[in-house]
Nanobody, 123 residues
Framework: VQLQASGGGLVQPGGSLRLSCAAS????????VAWFRQAPGKEREFAAS????????WYGDSVKGRFTISRDNAKNMAYLQMDSLKPEDTAIYYC?????????????????WGQGTQVTVSS
């Protein structure tokens, strides 16, 4: 499967961005999707995941209440709506397709990684 993330950019603190992840190849709709992020000099961090049919989500503590993950299986798309952005949200964001149907926060469950999209939160 090929994953293409987009939607990153420069935004002021308190602003919003919507990341998109387009999937092609093997069956997208049968697997969970996750977003991870990695800031310069830091380890990769789990942000959010959603199960195969979109009715179960899981968020990392640092983004809970501000980010919303969603998916549209008919379009082979996943999204990450990011609101109330903070400078510490600055990172490269990666979408990932799980090997599982259930949402998990573990990078070891990822079967396919997309390329990243840069998000910079700065005034």
């Amino acid at each position: 499967v090929q994953l293409q993330a987009s939607g990153g950019g420069l935004v002021q603190p308190g602003g919003s961005l919507r990341l998109s992840c387009a999937a092609s190849g093997r069956a997208f709709s049968g697997y969970a999707v996750a977003w991870f992020r990695q800031a310069p000099g830091k380890e990769r961090e789990f942000a959010a995941s959603i199960n195969w049919n979109g009715d179960v989500t899981w968020y990392g503590d640092s983004v809970k209440g501000r980010f919303t993950i969603s998916r549209d299986n008919a379009k082979n798309m996943a999204y990450l709506q990011m609101d109330s952005l903070k400078p510490e949200d600055t990172a490269i964001y990666y979408c990932a397709l799980s090997r599982l149907t259930v949402a998990t926060p573990e990078s070891s469950d990822v079967g396919s990684w997309g390329q990243g999209t840069q998000v910079t939160v700065s005034s």
